[in-house]
Nanobody, 118 residues
Framework: VQLVESGGALVHPGGSLRLSCAAS????????MSWFRQAPGKERELVAA????????NYADSVKGRFTMSRDNTKNTVYLQMNSLKPEDTAVYYC????????????WGQGTQVTVSS
């Protein structure tokens, strides 16, 4: 099982980034996918989540209107388009795959660093 995030970088305030998470080794299309982030000294928090078919999404209030999550089940990949980035978006971003009982799984990627700074 692998979840491999990419796309993190240093970007100026107001800029954009697109994160990707490529999955392998499990039934990707059956589970919910989420992006979490963790800033230094803070707890990990949910940023966005998307249902198995991509038909439903939800976002943290702090990113609504700026971030968009999508998935491509033909490529086993999820994306997080981040626009109008702010310094407070600086964090390590993690991809999570989750499926409930009876075929449960809960997998995490290694994270990708996003730094928003002038």
């Amino acid at each position: 099982v692998q979840l491999v995030e990419s796309g993190g970088a240093l970007v100026h305030p107001g800029g954009s980034l697109r994160l990707s998470c490529a999955a392998s080794g499990f039934t990707f299309s059956s589970g919910r996918m989420s992006w979490f982030r963790q800033a230094p000294g803070k707890e990990r928090e949910l940023v966005a989540a998307i249902g198995s078919t991509g038909g439903s999404t939800n976002y943290a209030d702090s990113v609504k209107g700026r971030f968009t999550m999508s998935r491509d089940n033909t490529k086993n990949t999820v994306y997080l388009q981040m626009n109008s980035l702010k310094p407070e978006d600086t964090a390590v971003y993690y991809c999570n795959a989750y499926r409930g009982w009876p075929f449960a799984y809960d997998y995490w990627g290694q994270g990708t660093q996003v730094t928003v700074s002038s």
